[in-house]
């Protein structure tokens, strides 16, 4: 079956950049989502289709997907930011007629 | 305001069964697909299963097909997560989720609304 693989976690200072991953085979032809879940909240959605940012969600938030790698990029990181964010894709390859959603892991986000 | 309240959740024995509910506000609930996610103590989100508009279709994950059913009542605007032979490692938080595109799952699945979860225990 597919699999989603995140590392556990990343470190950044606030006002730098932080780049999340998301690896799995051919990863660039699947269409990725991205969650934040703060902790104690629900996830809420920050992107989706590998690169579109739903309506409230800070241009400071950015997708992309190629080749093996989909990759979450947040911009002037701040304290708020400091999050687990998890990647989705949707998984027909096992069984056609029972598809799957899956998702990574999850990485754990630190503003140091 | 788009809303979604999850009820049900409770401490279970091993074996045995609980039904969880969702009401859905602020949108056309027979429109949209709806989803259960669970997430485990101190674990990552797992998606358990899935349920298209017209509940005609529905899929389960691997680890609880055979053992849970979800149903929906459009005319009440609610979903439901039938959970039977119900083992300590279905204990987790369940959110009730929306798909974010109307009549439609797929590739583009992703989940715009989520609820607050409820709590399912299952513990002898």
């Known amino acids: 079956s597919y699999v989603l693989t995140q590392p556990p976690s990343v470190s950044v200072p606030p006002g730098n950049t932080a780049r999340l991953t998301c690896g799995g085979d051919n990863i660039e032809d699947k269409t990725v989502h991205w969650y934040q879940q703060r902790p104690g909240q629900a996830p809420v959605l920050v992107i989706y289709s590998d690169t579109d940012r739903p309506s409230g969600i800070p241009e400071r938030f950015s997708g992309s997907n190629s080749g093996n790698t989909a990759t979450l990029t947040i911009s002037r990181v701040e304290a708020g930011d400091e999050a687990d964010y998890y990647c989705q894709v949707w998984d027909p390859t096992t069984d056609p007629r029972d598809p799957h959603v899956l998702f990574g892991g999850g990485t754990k986000l630190t503003v140091l | 305001e788009v809303r979604l309240v999850e009820s049900g959740g409770a401490v279970i024995q091993p074996g045995g069964s609980l039904r969880l509910s969702c009401e859905g506000s602020g949108f056309t609930f027979g429109d949209y697909t709806m989803h259960w996610v669970r997430q485990a103590p101190g674990k990552g989100l797992e998606w358990v299963s899935l349920i298209n508009w017209d509940a005609v279709k529905t899929y389960y994950a691997d680890s609880v097909k055979g053992r849970f059913t979800t149903s929906r009542d459009n005319n009440k605007n609610s979903l439901f997560l039938q959970m039977n032979s119900l083992r300590t490692e279905d204990t987790a938080l369940y959110y009730c989720?929306?798909?974010?595109?109307?009549?439609?799952?797929?590739?583009?699945?992703?989940?715009?609304?989520w609820g607050q979860g409820t709590l399912v225990t299952v513990s002898s």
């Open positions: 989720v929306k798909d974010r595109r109307e009549l439609y799952y797929g590739s583009g699945s992703s989940f715009n609304v």
